[in-house]
């Protein structure tokens, strides 16, 4: 038995690292193979491809969680939480809070 938990555990975080790689990068899974196509096609040109949608590290995981002051750490991130993602999930503003992200 405990070679099936293993095998289950040993799988599941492998994708829990992928997806904390690729909100740390904000991308989604798709994103990814077409960024890395665009970064290998302007790399052959001597240019450097940035993604628009990505914000830094710490604001990816911000904009993830949908924190955007000091107290949402603990409503939206520690306990479980009702509120809607922002947009509708088929358009994205390239700033996604209506003013500045806050320093946490």
Not at 84 to 96: F, M
């Amino acid at each position: 038995m405990w070679v099936l938990t293993s095998t289950v555990a040993v799988a599941l975080g492998g994708l829990t690292l992928w997806h904390a790689v690729l909100i740390t990068r904000g991308e989604t899974s798709i994103e990814r193979h077409i960024n890395n196509k665009e970064a290998k096609r302007l790399a052959k040109r001597g240019r450097v491809y940035r993604n628009p949608f990505s914000y830094g590290k710490l604001n990816n995981w911000k904009v993830f969680f949908g924190v955007e002051k000091r107290s949402h750490w603990l409503t939206r991130v520690l306990l479980p939480s009702g509120h809607t993602p922002y947009g509708d999930g088929l358009t994205w503003d390239i700033y996604p809070f209506k003013k500045d992200m806050m320093p946490v």
